[in-house]
């Protein structure tokens, strides 16, 4: 094999290697956050007969506990896309609702697969205590550190 030929096969080499590693680099990604039952799992779930205990076992704790009723527990799992420079997009969701009676007891359970509400909620700048109009959360650390000099 001469000199210009392996010159070539190298070339050829490099080339589809960084193409190669560009495509690895656009793939999409997906992150999750939470956890939520399987139907599967839901299907080893007795009405009646398992306790809080036993899910708590099973499932592990509940994102949420409903703050008016204890015994309704949350189980939440969220699909994410990260973007660039911003907040992540929601782009699966499922919530698994379980119920319980007086007595500690599987009442019922409810799954919703989907995305439910809005998933762009943004904190108000207006009402934030730290972040306002004006100023930054750097500029409010420097803020606190140094007093007021220079700022606003």
């Known amino acids: 094999m001469s000199v210009t030929r392996?010159?070539?096969?190298?070339?050829?080499?490099?080339?589809?290697?960084?193409?190669?590693?560009?495509?690895?680099?656009?793939?999409a990604q997906v992150d999750v956050r939470g956890s939520a039952p399987s139907d599967e799992d839901?299907?080893?779930?007795?009405?009646?007969?398992?306790?809080?205990?036993?899910i708590q076992e099973r499932f592990g704790l509940p994102i949420t506990i409903g703050s008016a009723d204890p015994n309704i527990w949350y189980y939440v799992k969220q699909d994410?896309?990260?973007?660039?420079?911003?907040?992540?997009?929601?782009?699966?969701?499922?919530?698994?609702v379980i119920s319980f009676d007086a007595e500690e007891?599987?009442?019922?359970?409810s799954v919703k697969n989907g995305i439910v509400g809005d998933t762009s909620?943004?904190?108000?700048?207006?009402?934030?205590?730290?972040?306002?109009?004006?100023?930054?959360?750097?500029?409010?650390?420097?803020r606190n550190i140094f007093g007021s000099v220079g700022f606003k």
């Open 6 to 27: 392996q010159v070539r096969a190298f070339v050829l080499f490099l080339l589809l290697s960084l193409s190669a590693l560009l495509m690895i680099g656009c793939t």
């Open 42 to 54: 839901l299907a080893t779930v007795r009405r009646g007969v398992d306790t809080k205990q036993d």
């Open 80 to 96: 994410l896309r990260p973007l660039p420079l911003s907040p992540p997009d929601v782009i699966g969701q499922r919530i698994v």
């Open 105 to 109: 007891l599987v009442a019922d359970m």
């Open 121 to 142: 909620f943004r904190p108000d700048p207006e009402s934030s205590k730290i972040y306002g109009p004006d100023r930054s959360a750097a500029q409010e650390f420097f």
